[in-house]
């Protein structure tokens, strides 16, 4: 006998307000339809409402826990169409930033998903290197969560040589008790068996629906924005793309439990060869007037700009007509695209495979539902 059965919008298994709308048979799902849309803010019309410079703060929310990521690839874009070249300095700086913040979304992931497998100790750990980094952001960025770090133009504050000893210092700390946290994982048979097996997405079924990311190369799609369309200094430092070919949960466990060690080379690569020089252009619009007021882009002027976020490709796309505002601006968030597989792979699965296939498709809502 089929039932309909709602999991979320508020369920501490949902990762955020989604509702998924299920059909059960006794525990075998039939059919699982996400129904997303709970906390639309319209983000892309509040930004063709604001000057360039005042979207800012909106956009460190579009992925809340991956704020740099956003931050950087809408100041890009308002970069690109205003034809500016940042300083190498700069360019640095911002790649060891978002590859710090890959590390702590990567460990926020980790935690909830065990939390929800049922390994909480994993998730208290994870917190703990987690507020490590935080302290580094608030010091450096201004921020535990949301910076305004990266103006149009450059930086906000430059890095110091202490903020530098703080970084090198938690990069190492967490990189010796990675280790902990997978024997807690992987030596234990009944995490390795809610995962492995379950939630199979093959390599033509990632390309067919669009899905990027960790998600996309657990199941053999060799791409990463860093690598195809490198930006910042993604082409100075060494580093290797982390795929599998199953594409279970499983896969997609170890893909971004790989990626934390390639994020942290890539952090530590970046540090030793951060250069000195300027760390804003000399027009760089800050938050003070008149310069920030006074911007005007290109008439008829468009910029488009992807980068690789913590959940995939994050992509913005920017329109000018000479005045300083937006008049176009669109947004693609990789958690929704990532989301619309939720239906196919959880068919035939039981209900809590359904948890493990979200928690590892790792949607963040403020990416979705902009």
């Not at 921020?143 to 504050?157: E, P, Q, V």
């Not at 060799?222 to 793309?241: C, F, G, I, S, T």
């Not at 951060?274 to 008829?300: C, D, H, M, Q, V």
């Amino acid at each position: 006998m089929e039932t309909a059965l709602n999991i979320g919008p508020q369920h501490p298994s949902t990762h955020g307000v989604l509702r998924m709308k299920t059909i059960i048979d006794g525990e075998i799902v039939k059919k699982c339809e996400p129904d997303v849309g709970y906390i639309h803010r319209g983000l892309e019309k509040i930004a063709e409402n604001r000057m360039y410079f005042k979207f800012t703060p909106v956009a460190n929310k579009i992925d809340y826990l991956a704020a740099a990521a956003w931050e950087h690839c809408y100041i890009s874009c308002v970069e690109q169409v205003l034809d500016m070249d940042v300083p190498e300095r700069v360019k640095w700086a911002r790649m060891l930033m978002l590859e710090l913040q890959r590390i702590v979304s990567h460990l926020f992931w980790i935690g909830t998903l065990c939390m929800d497998i049922g390994q909480p100790t994993v998730f208290v750990w994870a917190m703990r290197e987690r507020e490590k980094f935080l302290d580094i952001f608030e010091e450096v960025m201004g921020g535990r969560m949301t910076y305004g770090w990266m103006i149009i133009g450059g930086l906000r504050d430059d890095i110091t040589p202490s903020q530098v000893t703080m970084m090198w210092h938690a990069l190492e700390e967490v990189e010796k008790r990675l280790p902990e946290y997978y024997r807690m994982t992987e030596k234990n048979h009944i995490f390795k068996k809610r995962l492995q097996g379950i939630g199979v997405i093959t390599k033509e079924e990632a390309i067919a629906y669009g899905l990027t990311g960790a998600v996309a190369r657990a199941s053999g799609v060799p791409y990463d924005v860093r690598k195809d369309d490198p930006y910042l200094k993604y082409e100075e430092v060494e580093w290797e793309m982390i795929t599998r070919e199953a594409g279970d949960c499983w896969a997609r466990y170890e893909v971004k439990r790989d990626e934390i060690y390639q994020s942290i080379s890539i952090a530590k690569q970046a540090i030793k060869k951060l250069p000195n020089g300027p760390f804003r252009l000399k027009n760089a619009a800050t938050l003070r007037p008149p310069t920030a007021l006074s911007l005007k882009t290109p008439e008829n002027g468009e910029a488009f700009v992807r980068n690789e976020c913590p959940r995939g490709e994050g992509c913005i796309y920017l329109r000018t007509d000479g005045s300083n505002f937006p008049y176009r601006l669109r947004i693609r968030g990789p958690s929704f695209n990532n989301l619309c597989i939720l239906d196919h792979v959880c068919r035939g699965a039981t209900i809590p495979d359904v948890v493990a296939i979200l928690a590892t498709l790792d949607p963040v809502f403020g990416e979705c539902d902009r």
